[in-house]
């Protein structure tokens, strides 16, 4: 039986753990719990009313949790109160389920996502579902397509295009990163063609040894007068990766 099917009934949470780790942490995406990192997000947004917005997120380790099927996750919750639950093994890092602030129990993905498969080198692809982050209607409500139905769970590839990239963050240099670009197409409305186009959004990730996710950088275009798009990036400020 497949993980995804024997864990498809009620996760439950038998211990969380606040002082362990895998057996073979993944240095890219540290799991061990404890470890903590504060991000800065800035989003410029694409002209007319232009306007930039910063924020901050963190990120904490929980620990092990137990689901349904006895085998082991770990739990990453962030300061707005969503928790993702992620499976380590031979594959790579997968998350397996999420929960959302409004909900009392995590809710299994329909397909394990994969968020860093174990073998990495330069041109390695792999495939996994994604959102668009900030880009919205101008009169509509809700405003962000990442709430619409049609644009959830849309299949980005991603690429490792750097195993050994240096990175300089308000954290400091690290060295030995690796970096990963992700594409996708989304079907928006151009006003220059008068017709729906197939739309890249695109993205850049740097995993750094012993930091884990250390920059992310989105583009996702304005391409109608009815749409606000622009560029997003996301910078490791404080990380925090003693134990317990």
């Not at 109608?224 to 990380?239: C, I």
Request: charged residues 25%.
């Amino acid at each position: 039986m497949s993980m995804r099917i024997s864990l498809i009934g009620m996760l439950t949470v038998a211990a969380l753990s606040a002082c362990d780790q895998p057996a073979k942490d993944n240095p890219l995406f540290p799991l061990a719990a404890g470890k903590k990192w504060t991000y800065q997000i800035e989003t410029v947004y694409d002209a007319p009313d232009a306007k930039t917005t910063t924020h901050t997120l963190e990120i904490r380790n929980l620990g092990s949790a137990e689901l349904s099927d006895g085998s082991p996750a770990w739990v990453r919750r962030s300061n707005n109160g969503h928790e993702y639950w992620l499976v380590t093994d031979s594959t790579g890092i997968n998350r397996v389920a999420l929960k959302s602030p409004s909900k009392e129990q995590a809710v299994m993905d329909e397909e394990p996502r994969t968020v860093l498969p174990a073998t990495l080198a330069v041109d390695s692809t792999w495939t996994t579902t994604t959102v668009p982050y900030f880009l919205r209607r101008r009169n509509e409500k809700p405003a962000e397509f990442r709430y619409l139905n049609k644009y959830k769970d849309l299949p980005m590839v991603f690429k490792v295009v750097d195993m050994d990239a240096t990175l300089q963050t308000p954290a400091g240099k690290f060295e030995h990163c690796v970096r990963v670009d992700g594409t996708m197409e989304m079907l928006l409305w151009h006003d220059a063609a008068f017709a729906y186009k197939p739309t890249p959004i695109l993205s850049r990730e740097w995993y750094c040894p012993g930091v884990g996710l250390a920059q992310v950088e989105r583009d996702e275009p304005t391409t109608a007068k009815l749409f606000q798009g622009g560029t997003m990036r996301m910078r490791l400020r404080v990380s925090c990766v003693s134990l317990c």
